[in-house]
Each structure stands twice: as C-alpha cells, then as structure tokens.
C-alpha cells in the first residue's frame, strides 16, 4: 500500500478532491448478528501457502485456497506490479488477510466462527466475463456455513 505522502502533489491533489461513496450504517439484508456469523476472506493479494504453486502470468487457475488454520508466515504473495507496494504485507499479512485479528474477534465473540478456507485471487488473473471460478467459491463457501466474507481488493 503506497503512502499518501510518496504520491506525487497531483496524485494526492487528485484522492483529496475524489467523491466516496456514504454508506447506510444499517445492514441492507437481514440476518443472525455478527456474533452468530460465520466469515471468510477473500482477497485478490495473489496469496498463497508455501506448498502451494505461486500465480503466474496467463494461469489458467483463478484462485487458491487458504486453510483457516494458517499461520502469518506461511503465506505467499505472488502478485507482481510495479505500481504496487507489498512492503506492508511483508511486514504483517493482517494488511490485506486480517486472519490473527478475525481469530482474535472470534476468541472474544465479536464474531461467532472463522471459516475453514479462505480464498485468494491475483486481481490480474480476475476475469468479470467468466463467473465459473466466483460460482464455485460460492459452493464452497456454502459448504462451509460461511454467511459473512469480508472482501479484501487488493
């Protein structure tokens, strides 16, 4: 994540000129409170486990899974870009994979469990014209009683 400070003068002219979206504190569906829920993540940090093959250029395969019992230090970053900073993941993976602070959350009941798999992408690899890989998460996550993903884009 670059700093707002390493931005040249036009580009943090440009963010601090930049219209966000507001959005409703009320959730816009119903559902159990987010001490029942059961949360995945998914990121397009081009994640991975040591055993598990890095993403490359042009691979066929859109995304990886990460098992839930993961450790900070056995996961991988095989996203590629010079317009992108990985220093703050390689300095704590909570930047764009808050596992330790969802296990924390779920050690206090904020949140009611962490899911078994989390999934990845490489934001290079995502594809909005082929559904199939999203459609098969969402099996997967069916199956695992996932009912809240926190999105992390990277």
Known sequence: MVRLESLSEEERTMLSRA???AFETN?????PSLSQRRVAIVT???LHTHDDRPFLNNDADYFRIIPGDIKA???FMSHMSSGFDRSG???DCNVIFPIDRLREMAAEGVIGSLADFHYSFRSRNARPDSPQPIREIAGLLKKDKVDAVLLFPV
């Open 27 to 31: 959730p816009f569906v119903s559902g």
């Open 89 to 91: 993941f390689q300095q």
């Open 73 to 75: 230090d056995g996961l």
């Open 19 to 21: 219209v966000y979206p």
């Open 44 to 46: 397009t940090g081009g």
